[in-house]
T-cell receptor, first 115, second 115 residues
């Protein structure tokens, strides 16, 4: 049983560019959440997708957007990249029906470096 | 405000020592969930334990134990007879009941276990 997978593993972009990160949830999971983890910090919640819609959003600007596909996989898009967007981006999947009690399974992350 | 504080940024112990990682949380909700995750150098967050706000029983799993005290809003994690493989960053997280599974993480404690 495959866990959460993310691609690419590493990415280097230039300021002002756009980036798309991808996530495939664990089998049987229908909800995908994205987190940003800056170096030396705890992960910060970006947003959560269920049934192809954004259910919740953290304190991130509109430059951060996402999408969920019918197969539950998800993309995170960041436009107009800033140096401060350099971070590890983590995807987590879960089953919505369980609510907040459900553990979230995390992927290995995508390390984004903006130069 | 909802917040998780892990005051210990780094802890270094020698193998076989016991070590306690502190976690203090803030929430006005009466129903919530608390989690501990481990993040090894590979970057993937590994679920360790979940506790709901109505269950203050301490839990032991092998060398790991958790002490939940609602009166002091603390959810501390103890590793008994630490091993080098325990070296990692450990995160405490809060999931408020009405926020659909969003995790609020502390800043993490980096544990280094030396042989």
């Amino acid at each position: 049983d495959a866990g959460v997978t993310q691609s690419p593993t590493h990415l280097i972009k230039t300021r002002g560019q756009q980036v798309t990160l991808r996530c495939s949830p664990k089998s049987g999971h229908d909800t995908v959440s994205w987190y940003q983890q800056a170096l030396g910090q705890g992960p910060q919640f970006i947003f959560q997708y269920y049934e192809e819609e954004e259910r919740q959003r953290g304190n991130f600007p509109d430059r951060f957007s996402g999408h969920q596909f019918p197969n539950y996989s998800s993309e995170l898009n960041v436009n107009a990249l800033l140096l401060g967007d350099s971070a590890l981006y983590l995807c987590a999947s879960s089953i919505l029906a369980g609510g907040p009690r459900n553990e979230q399974y995390f992927g290995p992350g995508t390390r984004l470096t903006v130069t | 405000a909802q917040k998780v504080t892990q005051a210990q940024t780094e802890i270094s112990v020698v193998e076989k020592e016991d070590v306690t990682l502190d976690c203090v949380y803030e929430t006005r909700d009466t129903t919530y969930y608390l989690f501990w995750y481990k993040q090894p150098p590979s970057g993937e967050l590994v679920f360790l334990i979940r506790r709901n706000s109505f269950d203050e029983q301490n839990e032991i799993s092998g060398r790991y134990s958790w002490n939940f005290q609602k009166s002091t809003s603390s959810f501390n994690f103890t590793i008994t007879a630490s091993q080098v493989v325990d070296s990692a960053v450990y995160f405490c997280a809060l999931s408020p009941y009405n926020q659909g599974g969003k995790l609020i993480f502390g800043q993490g404690t980096e544990l280094s276990v030396k042989p």
